[in-house]
Each structure stands twice: as C-alpha cells, then as structure tokens.
C-alpha cells in the first residue's frame, strides 16, 4: 500500500464499503474542492461551492443544513479555507472548525457558531490574508509548535498559533493547493481533481505525484488504488511492537506495516514502516522510547531515532545490540514504563532488566516470565501487557509479570484501538 484508502473508525463512512448516492454536484465527476476538515468527531467535510459531503462515501447536501449561522452573516457561495484547530493547550479553541470566507473567519464547534463570530481574519490570525485559497492544521511534533498552514498562490504563510506569528514561505515546486487536509500524520495539498502529499515543514514532496483524489478519498464506481482490501480481522493481528514516544504518539508495527493508535477517531490505516523510519527495512522485533529517543531493535542491530518534528536516525547507528544494550539479539519484546530509566527486555521465556542510566550498559537482572513466546510488549500508566497473537495478558508490573504465579485472563485486540474488523 503506497498511498492511502480511508480505513474509517468505528462509525464512520468508509469509502470502499458503503453505496453511492447520485447527488448534484457529484463528487465522483472532476470536481475540485473548496475546502476539506474534519470535525471534533472525526467525521470529514468536503466543500464545493454552497455543498459539502460528510464523510467519504454518499450524496452532497447543501452547507447551511449543518453550519446554519454561515448563510445568516454571508450569502454562501462558497468556503475559502477549512480547519479543525489542534492546540490542547487551550481548551476554548482546541477542535474548533474555522471557515474561511472572504476576508471573514467563523469558528464552530459542535456544529455551532461561537460566540463573536465571525470577526476579519486579521483580528484572530494577525498577517495572514484575507481570499485564502486552502488552510491545514499541524500540531506540534508535526511542525515545530502548534501551527497553522495558510495558501495563497505559491505561498505559504506557517502560523504559531501560540505567539501569533507568521513566517512567509514560498514552496513554487507544489501546486497551487484549492484545498489542504491532515489524515493520520500525513499532508495533502488538492489540486484540480488531484493531490499532492508534501511535508508541512519542508514542503516536500516524495513519491508518485499527482495522484486522482477519486482513487483515495472517496467512493466512486471504476475508481480506487487497489488497496481496497477488506481490513484485517482483529483474530489475525499478530503484532511485532508497540510503544508511544515522548509527545504521545502511539505506534503499533506489524510485519513491514506500522499504525497510528492515537489518532483513531479520524480513521486507521496501515503505512510503509519505511515512510516514517527512512532507514528501516522489513520487520522490526521491538520498539520502545527513552527520553526523546525511540529505539527499534532488529535482529542484532539497533536504530535509535530522535523524536523530533520527524524521525531521524542518530549519527553512527545502527549499532550492534550487544554494544549499545549489553545483550546478543535477536529479541521477542522490549518495552519502559514511564519515568523509569529501565528497559525490560524480553527474549524468549527470560525478561532482562536494563538500566539506560548506566554505562556501559548491562544486564542487572534476569527473570523468568510465564510465557514461552511474546510478540510484543507495552507499559503504560495502567501497567504492562504482553501481546501474544490476537490477544494480551495486563499485570500492573514488570515485577508482577515475572513473580506473578496465576496468569491474568486473556483480553482480545478491540476494533476501535488496532483499526481492525471483528
């Protein structure tokens, strides 16, 4: 799978798996979008003119059945820019829609105006210009804080929306963008009826570009990419790692494949490991985080990324395991619980405790667990879990794991966290 097939949450439209209505417009026939968000829940409007579609797959219907107040302070001919706002540090803004209309901005939230909308652009995104042509949310650990990305022709006007800053940018090499989304990390520029995936930060573009949005993002009979596949039944995941980093972003990896978790609400889907991991290829044993870094563990080599805005591998690795752990691979599971300084390494039916503080790096402690083969392993706030195929075993511990002598029940791999189907 190169590019994306909208693997929808629990709940929502699914562009593969629902009938299409005719509707007018027709999103199906070459139509270029104004505007494209997503709401608080997750659902994703397409705007054309004074129409929008809610999800993936279905018929148009008019804007101002949904966003009532528009029509009330402009004639809705049609959206500029849409945005859903990502910037948790302030409550009273965080997941708010705003519509862009001329040199008017209007912020909703649950399908309701908010108070004091609209106001001109310029009074709520100081420098940024009025007639925008596509606007895109990018949280920080995307770009570098929480931001906004304003277009306007070939330029690019990057909003911290903490200081209310601009910084201006010209990226000539991507196309004029009519429409800007975010889906699960990653960014499309849409063009005519195409789009471009780019960078937010960079503005770069890397594969097979343009593409037909037709293909990707919604349903239309005699399209698609070839990765409509039905998902995986959760009973046939059978995961290689699982870890979340320093900012809170949740991966699970499977064969070459890896998997947002934290992001579930807006949909799943399963991406190269390679896109975000440059220099990884094939299946990985073990992942796990320490600090800002993220250690993926491969046979009898390690790769300690930095988790910065994007990954990127430390001068000098991979290095072998036994150098920089202490420990000959290949392993079944690693995994830190947080604020701890000690890797619990698991090979086998032995768990090897690792402590990062010290140097060099050696095994302090080895203990017998009661299981003869893990996949993977995970701890968090609630403790350990230890995945063996579609299932996972919970111990409050590491400790608890190794000492504990009557085996938690078994709790299966859910739908809503892993994106599967039951």
């Not at 009273?92 to 519509?99: L, P, T």
């Not at 990707?216 to 070839?226: D, L, S």
């Not at 009973?235 to 991966?251: C, F, H, P, Q």
């Given at each position: 799978?190169n590019?994306?097939?909208?693997d ?22 070459d ?21 929008l579609?809610?999800?993936?797959s ?7 059945n ?11 001919g049609?959206?500029?820019?849409a ?8 409550p ?8 862009f ?8 939230y649950n399908?309701?105006?908010?108070k004091g ?9 100081p ?14 650990g995307?770009?570098?804080t ?10 690019i006007y990057?909003f ?9 940018k010209?990226?000539?090499?991507l196309p ?18 195409n789009?471009?995936r ?11 570009y343009?593409?037909a949005a037709r ?12 990765g409509g ?5 959760c ?17 699970a990896f ?11 609400r ?23 985080n320490?600090g800002?870094?993220?250690y ?7 790769y ?23 420990i ?7 995994f ?18 690792i ?14 667990i ?11 706030g609630?403790?350990?879990?230890v995945?063996?195929?579609?299932e ?5 511990s590491p400790?608890?794991?190794?000492v504990?002598?009557?085996?938690p ?14």
């Open positions: 799978i590019d994306i097939i909208i929808a949450a629990e709940g929502h439209s699914h562009p593969n798996g629902e009938d299409h209505h005719d509707a007018k417009p027709d999103r199906c026939k139509i270029e979008f104004d505007a494209i968000t997503p709401d608080e829940k997750g659902n994703t409007f397409f705007f054309k003119g004074d129409h579609w809610k999800g993936f279905g018929p148009a219907e008019l804007s101002n949904i966003f009532k107040e528009l029509d009330d302070y402009h004639l809705l049609h959206v500029d820019a945005f859903r706002m990502h910037h948790q540090d302030d009273s803004v965080h997941d708010h829609i705003y519509f209309l001329d040199d008017k901005v209007f912020s909703y399908y309701t105006l908010e909308y609209p106001v001109e652009i310029q009074q709520e995104f420098d940024v210009p009025s007639h925008l042509d596509a606007a895109v949310e990018c949280p920080k995307e770009c570098i929480d931001s906004v990305l304003f277009f306007k022709g070939n330029e990057s911290d929306i903490k200081t209310k800053s601009v910084k201006k010209v990226w000539a090499h004029n963008c009519t429409s800007a989304f975010r889906w699960l990390e990653h960014y499309y520029c849409f063009h005519g009826y789009f471009t780019f960078h937010p930060v960079s503005g770069d573009v890397t594969g097979a343009p593409k293909n990707y993002f919604m349903r239309c009979e005699g399209f698609g990419h070839g596949e039905k998902r995986q039944r009973s046939e995941v059978k995961l290689n790692a699982i870890t979340t980093d320093d900012t809170g972003r949740s991966y499977q064969d070459e494949m890896y998997i947002r978790l934290d992001t579930h807006d949909g799943s889907h399963h991406f190269p490991i390679s896109r975000l991991w440059r220099e990884i290829s094939g299946v990985v044993d073990a992942v796990f320490y800002d870094n993220m993926i563990i491969q046979g009898d080599q390690v300690i990324y930095k988790s910065a805005v994007h990954y990127t591998l430390i001068e000098g690795y991979p290095k072998p395991l036994k150098e920089e752990l202490g000959d691979g290949p392993v079944d599971a690693a830190l619980c947080p604020n701890q300084h000690i890797v619990n390494v698991i090979q086998g039916q032995k768990m090897y405790d402590d990062l503080a010290a140097t060099p790096r050696a095994v302090n402690m080895t203990r017998p009661p299981y003869s083969q893990i996949d993977a392993g995970f701890c968090d609630d403790g350990v879990k995945f063996i195929g579609p996972y075993y919970s111990y409050q400790l608890i794991l190794a504990g002598k009557i085996k029940p078994p709790q299966k791999i859910s739908p809503k966290k892993f994106g599967c189907e039951e």
